[in-house]
Each structure stands twice: as structure tokens, then as C-alpha cells.
């Protein structure tokens, strides 16, 4: 085909080259773990990226090769990102809440190169000593005089491997397939999974994902993703931020209600970014104290169904959008977003809940289709029930090493979500096809129950599986914990979860707890709860 | 390299594809001829590019082959440009402008296969028959009752040919170097020459070029693009709008200051994109009527450089922003904008307007620098002048057939242009390289001489170029029309021009004309005056 137009791949380092050219006084903040905050520019940021590269360089780092990082949300992170991306190494994102088992075996299974790690998960690390034998070394991120000791590494300071380097770095034009960040799935269901993400699929990612039809940054924006950077890459966020030209806020590991109350007031966050919990966790922390959140203006929402007694709480009590979206380490992970548009102020509050709380509508670029299990695909009524695909560019086309590759179905990516569409285009994921709870040959969602729990004002959080079943073969069984200071009655419950769901659906047992089982991105590990509770109604009520 | 992401190119079709899911509602408004509007969705205009595509594969249309359309801004270009290019022919736009040789000889060099063309056009296309030999037939976008007469062509009505056909098409995923788009240059400095634009760099183009750094459409935007679909592609607009869910104005061929003025009103317009010279028509309109443009928010104005008194005019009696815009039909061809940023509310007025007259900064992907003779870049200081070069995914890397080769150096594309950048990275054009003055080895921008001029009120436009003179090699001499119901004196004309430019840049004849030639955009034909007023101080002052 003859050339006309430049081959000009768009590569990761573009995104914060451009920032520090057009935006070069916007900010990225850092809250530290000692509770003191870091503040510095994009332009400055450029500069570190560049250190960071011929730091690589200096250690002899080649193109394609994996460098792990093991970190939360911080300026160190996010230049490393640019740093490692940009001189053609991939980022690999540990998942700082997996077990030490499962961070061996994903370290081992990427062939990792070197790890920079907060000081915080060296533990973790120092119990690997002797089991990752590619790793050739162990960088600490934090400043030179606060360095943790080590009688199992030789342990090297970041700030100290980096000052030494040049602030320019000849950037290498690098293919658009090019891999530029490795991060594994939750492991949810199962093992975790490599998803390796490529150059040009991260910068178009960044460009729709941040465009005015999904995230909307612009130069107004002070964008604060609590969504880990160590996992899905927090949602693409730090390199959409900086591609808009939105003022970044990271939030560390400071994660309770009070830290992120305080992050929102004095950065004047407008737009945060977090699965449900954190969102719930805040709004406890506002209820207990009184406090209000001025400038929050949206919320994204994902990882998980949003509950719509949620919503409709951050709509009425603080005036905040609450914008739900679906999507999949394997899809980048932004696919499908409820973004607000002109024509929901034609609809009622409870409409506009509706629409909000569901996973919205694609993202330009990206296509999803509901199937059935032959394969064909299902009508968009908003009631059918389907095995969600999705198809993009930036969705995978393949696992890391060629795993799982039964997911991958004439073109599509075959999710393992079971979702309906509605005539408008919503999506909503009603459950993961290994979590739809199978009653007597018909359906029952286990997160619709776990959503019409929470308008029980006692209920902190539901979580709803399949427990085996003489004469149903499955039977949803509830576990909830519970509010403090509501008065909780289980009939009062039942009788709520009666004005939601059909009444074949209520759960044949409920059972309070102290404390559910969170993966590391706040989602409920139901395998673990399923190994628990499987057999709880043969064993009690037999 | 291991493929992990999926291989899926985004093609032109896409947007409208997502466009009739996402903004199914959403209007595509023309003006016609008659003076009536023509109204409907992205929807229904799915339907009509797919009946576009099926037609032109009844007509043997294939897969690369070129389309030419002759036509104003109206929905059936609009469904042009999706069903030709979507179905992977090249949509060929003509400029309706063009002098019946330079048509001749365009169509002749595209090889182009048939020609959809207004019926107004028709006139032009005669006096072509017996010279175009590629072109197999005529297609006329009107109405079936509506067909003009021809004694030399056997006329299709494209009503006719396409009523007939399915409203779906399979969509083939064309590569992203497909070629999707031809256009010409204006032939402002010599002959036209070919640039090819491609699948994927229109897709990228649209999507950037929408972005909310740059045009930033989204639900709320109501875009009135007036630059011309028959000429870079309306700036990408009749893609950028429906992939953010604009509402389109299409004006067709009312551009008078009244017709402009109406449809700005009559569809709440808040955003339009026009050369220069069409805001000075709508605000001699504005100031001889007494009437207000209250919708509208933003103009985008490129092309030629923006008159400073302009950008204040608008601002200041309309409350209108106004966006200097940089771009070539090389560079797809939206380049640099000056668009909105927060630190402008701490800028006075005056320097709003100097930002705002300027071509702005690069959209993200887009690089510039400007250069010396020999070819190292200068500094970014806001008085060097150097040739600019750009470089990006949606800029050419070589004209069609290989014409003017010699523009390519280093990976960059050597605009033509002089300009100088300054230290936050505003682009201004200073000139076209052809046109500085080159006065005793010093240069004169005729640009900012043109402009100071547009200071004195009766001054309606004015062109200044380089006069041969027997000591200096060149002088500047200046052309003015004038605006009736203002004073003129020529005396006070050079008042105002010493206070803007410095005195030995001065021209030494100011001529008052009744006219000025202009491109079929609007541009001020150099080439034209230069030949007759060329040898004007040697003849009137020896
Ligand atoms: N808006 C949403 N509504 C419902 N479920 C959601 C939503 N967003 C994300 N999810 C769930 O999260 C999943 C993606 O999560 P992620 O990629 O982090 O790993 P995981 O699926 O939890 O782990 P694993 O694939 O290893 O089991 C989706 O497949 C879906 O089940
Ligand atoms: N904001 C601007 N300020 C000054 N000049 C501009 C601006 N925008 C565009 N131009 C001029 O317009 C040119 C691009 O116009 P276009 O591609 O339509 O054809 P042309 O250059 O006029 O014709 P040809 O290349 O055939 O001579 C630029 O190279 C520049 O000279
Ligand atoms: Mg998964
Ligand atoms: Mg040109």
C-alpha cells in the first residue's frame, strides 16, 4: 500500500512530552505515607521520566524487557511509568494486595527484571529472597535518608540511582505493537492472568478514555484516580490526565473516609475515581462527621456493579454525578461509561439513578455484544440475559503466554459477564457468569439481590452466592455486614428485598458476619466465600 | 512481535456506526439552496451511507478507487464522505473554486471514477465533457423532481440510484494506511498538489481534533462548520462532531453575513469554523443590522492569520471567543489552536487577544519547530523567525504521486510558512515564505503589516506584498478596499500602521482597490497581485 500520511506511531512518552510542553505548570500531587503531601509540575515530571530511562539504560535494561513495580498512587509511580514505557521497557504493575504465593508466581511467570517497590511492601518482597531468580535487583522508592534495611537484598535507592542521570533522553519511536505495561487480572476467579498492554493501544486508550464522551478532562479538571496505579494501570488515568491537561491528584495508600475527605478539600479534587467501597467508605466517614465535599463534582465508578441506593445518596446528599462504568483488566480497562448527557435532564431523579448505577454505553472505539450460548447475538431490550463480548482496540487479543485462549470467539473477547442491554444502548452487567446463582434451570443475579440489600439502612454490604441445593441444584444464600448504630431486624430486610426482587429470588438464608473477604481492588472474593459456604444450606437446614 | 491487542483498526464508518448508537437523536441540519433547512439524525444517516455504499458497488466501485464529490456542506456530502469511504473507495473533494482548467486537470491526475456534484456545479462539469476519460458518469444531489437538463452528460439522479438500495452494508475493517480522503491544496502559491489522507489518520485526526484540548465538542455543542466540505475535509468536522456527539450545522451555500447570521440564531449555534474574511462579513452584517449572535460562544478561525482587531471586535461586542487556528491541507488539517485555558483569566484583555490571535499550540500528536537555512532549530523566544516544519500521525509524508518531494527533511514536513514560537509555545505564522518582504536583506512580514492596517476603520481589508525596488530589492506596498460609510485618509492610515510596525516597514504606495482576488477559501491570491502590481514602484515612482 503506498504511504501517504507519516508513520508516526503515538507512543506513552508523547503523553507527558506534550504535557510538559502545553501544560507545563499543572501539578501532580502526592499524598506520602507520612500524611506531608509532594507537589511538582508535568515539566518536571518530563525531566524524572528521562532519569528514569538512562537509570534503566545504566542498568542495562533493553527494550521489551519487564521492570515490576510494587507501589501505590504517587509522583514516583507515575514517572516510572512514563520512565519505563518510554525507552521501550515494559511496566509490569504488581498488585499490592495479592499473597505472597501469588506475587511469586506472577513475578516468575513475567520474567521481571527489577523491582521498584514502596518501602511499605518490602516484607512481601524480602519473603520471595531466593524464588525469583530473574530479578536482578530491589529499588526502593523513597528519599535517600529514609531507606529500610534489608539482611536479604542489597536494597538500592531510587533517588540516589536516578539523580545522578541526565534530564533528556533520546526517546526511540517505538512500534505501535510495541509492549509497554504487563498487569494481571484480579484473579477473582481463579488465577490471575498476564494482559499486556501495547503503545498504541495505551495511548488511544488515553485519548477516548479521557475524551469529552467518557472521563472529560480538560484544564479544569483535578482529577484524583484512588483506583491503584499497581493495578489496571488506574484506569488509565495517569496518562489521560496528563494527555487533557488535568491537574493530578495521588492519593497514596491513604484510603480511609478522613484521608480522602481531606485530599478532596484542599486539592479541590472534582472528579475521583474508585470501586463502589471506597465511595461507601467515604460516605460513612461524611455521615459520622458532618464534613461535605464542595468540589467533588463526579465520581467514576467501576470494578463493580454501582448500587443504586448509592447513586441516588451522592446525587442527593452532595450533589455529586455518580457516573457508573464497566470494564476489564483486559480491556485496558475503560470499555462502557454512564456518562451525564442533555438528555437526562429531561428524565426523573430515579430514571437518571437508573441509568447512572448501570455499566452505560461504549466508549468510541470500543464494541460490545450481548450471545447467547449458541452464539447468537441476544436482542437489546434491557431484560435478555447474555454472555457479554467486547471488541477494540485496546480490548486483548490474546492472555500473556497464550493463556486461556478459549475466551477468544470470532473476533470478540468473550467476557465472562453476563449483562443486558437496553434499547437506548446501556449496558449492565448482572453478574459474572461463574456468580449467576442457577435455580431450578432459571436465573437468579447474585448482584441485583446484593444491590436491594443496601436499601436496608442497616446493611453495610451484601454479598449473595450459590449454595448447593437438594431440590434446586442452587440456592442464593446472603451474608451481610452491618452498620453500626442502625437497628437491624432480618424480616425488615427481607420485607426491602421483597419491593426489589421477584419473590423467588429472596435468599433462603441470611447470615450476618463481621467481615467479607475484599480482593485487592475491593471486590467481593466469592470463590472464597463459595468454598466456605457451598454446602451451608445442606448442612443447616437438612 | 507478539500480537496481545486486538488488531482493529478504526475506520471512518466507526463514527458514524457509534454515532447512530450513542447520539441516535442527534441532528445533521441543513441549509438548502431554496432557502428551506433539511433536517435528520445520525441515525438515519447510517442508513443512507450504507444505501451510499451498496450503490456504489452496484457501479462497480472498488476497494481504492477514487469518488469525487463537487458539493457545498449539506447532508448528502455528509453521507458521501461515510458511504465512499466506508465501503473503502476515496472520497475526491472537489473545490468548488477551482478555475474549469485547475478542475481538468485535478480530476484528470486523481484518475477520479464518477462525480456526485451539486446541480449548481453542473455548469463546470460541461465545459470538462470529452476531457475527464476516467469519469464513467454524473450523479446530481438533488431531489428526483428536481434534475437539471444536460445535453452533454447523461445525468444520474442520486436519489434514484440509492432509494433502492439495502439501509445496511458489512462494513470491511480496512487497514488504518488505507487511503479514505483526496484533497488539493488551495493553490494559493501554484499548481494544486495531491494529499492523500488516510483511514486511520482521519479517525485519530477526528478524535484529537474534537478532543476537549482543541474544537472540544461534546452533547452540548451545536457546530456550524462553514469552512467547506469541498476543501480539507471541513477541517475534519463531519467526523470530530459525531464522534462527540455534536449537533451538526451544515450552511451549504448561504454564506452571507444575513444567511449566517439566521442559522445561527434559528439553531443555536455555539460553535462555527470559518476563514477570517467570513467573520468580518457577519460583523458588517452584525453592525449594519443591530443584530446580536447570542448562542454563539466560540469561533475557530484558520486559514490565514487572525486580524487581532477581529479577535477583539468579537470578543468585546459579541462575547464570542475566538481560537486562532493553524493548519495545512498537509496537515489533515487541524495543527495549532489557541484554545481557552484557565490561565487566561489572569491575562488583561489585550493579552487574551494577542494569544488568541496567534495559531495557539499543538494538539496533542501534532510536533512543530520552526528552523534555520541550514536547518537547526531556533529558539522559542516569540521574535526568531524560522521555517516551520510539523510533524504527527495525521501530517503528509509525501503528496500524492510524489509531487514536491523536496518538502521532506528528517522525518519533518517543511510547511512553508515562517513563524516564530514563543516561550509557553504559541505558534505564530508570520508569512508564507513567499510572501515575506525581503527588503535591503531584512524581512517584513506582510501578515502583521496587513493586520496593523484592519486598526483604522475604514480599512475593510488589505493585502500588502513585495514590490521590486531598484535599491532595496523589495519594498512592501499595500492594497486596501474600504468599508463603506467610514472616512479614509491616507495620512491617517500610516498613523495607525506606526504605531503597530516599525517605521522602515512602512509601505511606501497604499492603493485603494474595489477588489481583492481571493481563493475559492478566502485566502488573499497573492500570486495574482504580485503579477500585476509587481514592477508598480518602478513604473509609477521612476
Ligand atoms: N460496572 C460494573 N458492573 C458489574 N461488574 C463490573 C463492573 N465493572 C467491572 N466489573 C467486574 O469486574 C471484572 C473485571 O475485573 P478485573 O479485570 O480487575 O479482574 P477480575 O475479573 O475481578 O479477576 P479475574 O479475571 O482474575 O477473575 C469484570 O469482568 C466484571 O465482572
Ligand atoms: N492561523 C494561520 N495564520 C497564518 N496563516 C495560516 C493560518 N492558517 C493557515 N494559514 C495559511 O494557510 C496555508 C494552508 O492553506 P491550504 O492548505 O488551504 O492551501 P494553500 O497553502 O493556501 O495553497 P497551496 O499550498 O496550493 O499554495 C498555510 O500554509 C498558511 O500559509
Ligand atoms: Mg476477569
Ligand atoms: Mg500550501
Not at 295 to 309: E, I, T
Not at 452 to 467: Q, R
Request: glycine fraction near 8%.
Amino acid at each position: 500500500m503506498a504511504n501517504h500520511m507519516m508513520d508516526f506511531p503515538l507512543n506513552t512518552i508523547d503523553i507527558l512530552k506534550s504535557a510538559a510542553l502545553r501544560y507545563p505548570e499543572k501539578e501532580v500531587v502526592s499524598a506520602l505515607p507520612d500524611g506531608s503531601m509532594h507537589r511538582y509540575t508535568y515539566a518536571d515530571s518530563y525531566k524524572r521520566a528521562a532519569q528514569v530511562a538512562n537509570c534503566l539504560k545504566s542498568l542495562s535494561v533493553k527494550k521489551g524487557d519487564h521492570v515490576a513495580t510494587l507501589a501505590v498512587n504517587h509522583y514516583r509511580h507515575f514517572e516510572l511509568y512514563y520512565g519505563i514505557s518510554g525507552m521501550g521497557g515494559v511496566v509490569h504493575t504488581l498488585n499490592a494486595r495479592l499473597f505472597v504465593e501469588q506475587l511469586e508466581y506472577i513475578i516468575n511467570h513475567a520474567e521481571d527484571s527489577y523491582l521498584f517497590i514502596d518501602p511499605e511492601f518490602l516484607p512481601q518482597i524480602e519473603a520471595l529472597a531466593g524464588k525469583i531468580p530473574t530479578v536482578r535487583g530491589v529499588i526502593i522508592l523513597c528519599d535517600e535518608d529514609k531507606m529500610p534495611e534489608s539482611s536479604v537484598f542489597k536494597l538500592q535507592n531510587y533517588e540516589t540511582l536516578i539523580k545522578a542521570q541526565s534530564e533528556t533522553y533520546e526517546w526511540p519511536r517505538l512500534d505501535s505493537k510495541h509492549p509497554c505495561g504487563l498487569c494481571y487480572t484480579s484473579g477473582t476467579t481463579g488465577n490471575p492472568k498476564g494482559v499486556m498492554y501495547e503503545q498504541g493501544s495505551t495511548v488511544l486508550h488515553a485519548m477516548m478514555g479521557g475524551g469529552s464522551h467518557f472521563l472529560n478532562f480538560d484544564e479544569w479538571t483535578v482529577a484524583m484516580p484512588i483506583v491503584p496505579m499497581y493495578h489496571v494501570v488506574a484506569w488509565g488515568i495517569p496518562f489521560s490526565a496528563p494527555l487533557y491537561g488535568a491537574k493530578l491528584v495521588l492519593p497514596g495508600c491513604a484510603l480511609s473516609g478522613e484521608n480522602i475527605h481531606r485530599l478532596i478539600e484542599e486539592e479541590q479534587v472534582n472528579k475521583s475515581y474508585a470501586v463502589p467501597t471506597v465511595w461507601l467508605t467515604l460516605h460513612n466517614y461524611l455521615q459520622a462527621t458532618g464534613k461535605t465535599i464542595e468540589s467533588l463534582k463526579l465520581v467514576g465508578v467501576g470494578g463493580a456493579a454501582s448500587p443504586k441506593a448509592l447513586v441516588k445518596t451522592f446525587a442527593e446528599k452532595y450533589d455529586v454525578y455518580w457516573m457508573g462504568i464497566w470494564g476489564m483488566t483486559e480491556t485496558s480497562p475503560l470499555a462502557t461509561g454512564a456518562i451525564l448527557t442533555p438528555e437526562m435532564s429531561d428524565l426523573s431523579a430515579e430514571e437518571c439513578y437508573e441509568l447512572q448505577s448501570s455499566a452505560g454505553k461504549p466508549i468510541f472505539g470500543v464494541e460490545i455484544e450481548i450471545f447467547d450460548a449458541n452464539g447468537n447475538p441476544l436482542p437489546h431490550d434491557g431484560v435478555t440475559r447474555g454472555d457479554l463480548r467486547v471488541r477494540g482496540p485496546w480490548v486483548l487479543s490474546s492472555y500473556y503466554k497464550s493463556e486461556g485462549s478459549n475466551s477468544f470467539v470470532d473476533g470478540w473477547f468473550e467476557t465472562g459477564d453476563v449483562a443486558v442491554i437496553n434499547p437506548e444502548g446501556y449496558l449492565r452487567v448482572v453478574d459474572r457468569s461463574k456468580d449467576v446463582i442457577k435455580s431450578g434451570g432459571e436465573w437468579i443475579s447474585s448482584v441485583e439481590l446484593e444491590n436491594a440489600a443496601l436499601n436496608y439502612p442497616a446493611v453495610n454490604e451484601a454479598c449473595v452466592i450459590g449454595a448447593a441445593h437438594e431440590k434446586w441444584d442452587e440456592r442464593p444464600i446472603m451474608l451481610v455486614t452491618l452498620r453500626e448504630g442502625e437497628d437491624y431486624n432480618e424480616d425488615d430486610l427481607k420485607r426491602v428485598l421483597t419491593e426489589k426482587v421477584a419473590k423467588w429470588w429472596l435468599p433462603d438464608a441470611i447470615i450476618v458476619v463481621d467481615e467479607l473477604p475484599h480482593t485487592g481492588t475491593g471486590k467481593l472474593k466469592k470463590v472464597d466465600i463459595r468454598n466456605e459456604y457451598r454446602q451451608y444450606l445442606l448442612e443447616n437446614y437438612n
